[in-house]
């Protein structure tokens, strides 16, 4: 089982910058991917970035290059950096592991309780 731990979400205006982080904590497992989605009011959940235990990582097209993911594998984090915020990108903040059982080939996938992120113009 793997529990996954958000802070760092609040309220900024736009043109401000938030860091969100995340710890995994659990044993028996092995983390391949970590990410971070994001889900507005009345929205579905979406992707924002994900980052692979080989440091590959994976962006929305509506991120235009203002957030930055990070990862530190052998603490099992994963930060998010997010710049130049717009009102758009208001949202309840995930974190997402997909973690596979130490000696097998099972995955599962995992989700933190979320954070806000509020932006205002």
């Known amino acids: 089982q793997v529990q996954l731990v958000e802070s760092g979400g609040g309220l900024v205006q736009a043109g401000g910058s938030l860091t969100l982080s995340c710890a995994a904590s659990?044993?028996?497992?092995?983390?391949?991917?970590m990410g971070w989605y994001r889900q507005a009011p009345g929205g579905q959940r979406e992707l924002v970035a994900a980052i692979t235990d080989g440091g590959r990582t994976n962006y929305a097209d509506s991120i235009e290059g203002r957030f930055t993911i990070s990862r530190d594998t052998a603490k099992n984090t994963v930060l998010l950096q997010m710049d130049s915020l717009k009102p758009e990108d208001t949202a309840v903040y995930f974190c997402?592991?997909?973690?596979?059982?130490?000696?097998?080939?099972?995955?599962?996938?995992?989700w933190g309780q979320g954070t806000q992120v509020t932006v205002s113009s």
């Open positions: 659990g044993s028996g497992f092995r983390i391949n991917v």
């Open positions: 997402n592991a997909e973690a596979r059982l130490i000696g097998t080939t099972r995955t599962r996938t995992y």
